[in-house]
C-alpha cells in the first residue's frame, strides 16, 4: 500500500494555521513573518511551543521531538524540520 506524501505547500499552510491557532494571533497566513522569531515577535512561551508541536504531530502525522522545540523558534525553521522528518520517513519505506 502506498500512502501520500504531505506536500510542501500543505506542510506550510498547516503549520501556519496551527501557529496562528495555538497562539491566539490575530492574523491571517500571509501576514505571519516567516522569519520573525515566534517567542520575541508573537509572543510564543515554551508551553505554546510544545502545543504547537503536539498539533502538528496529530495533523500532519509528523513526529517532531519536544526537546527540539527550543530550536524551531520561527514559521520557516519549523516548516524545514517537518520536511526534513518527512523526507526520512518516507525514505525508510
Known amino acids: 500500500m502506498t500512502v501520500a506524501v504531505i506536500s510542501d505547500d500543505v506542510i506550510r499552510s498547516t503549520t501556519l ?19 520573525a522569531d515566534l517567542i520575541d515577535v508573537y509572543g510564543a512561551d515554551s508551553l ?27 514559521v520557516d525553521l519549523l516548516v524545514q524540520q517537518i520536511i526534513r522528518i518527512r523526507d526520512a520517513k518516507d525514505g525508510d519505506q
Open 17 to 35: 494555521d496551527i501557529i496562528i491557532d495555538e497562539l491566539e494571533l490575530d492574523a491571517e497566513p500571509a501576514e505571519v513573518d516567516p522569519d
Open 48 to 74: 505554546g511551543l510544545i502545543q504547537v508541536l503536539a498539533r502538528v504531530n496529530k495533523e500532519l502525522s509528523i513526529r517532531v521531538p519536544r526537546e527540539l522545540a527550543v530550536d524551531l523558534r520561527t
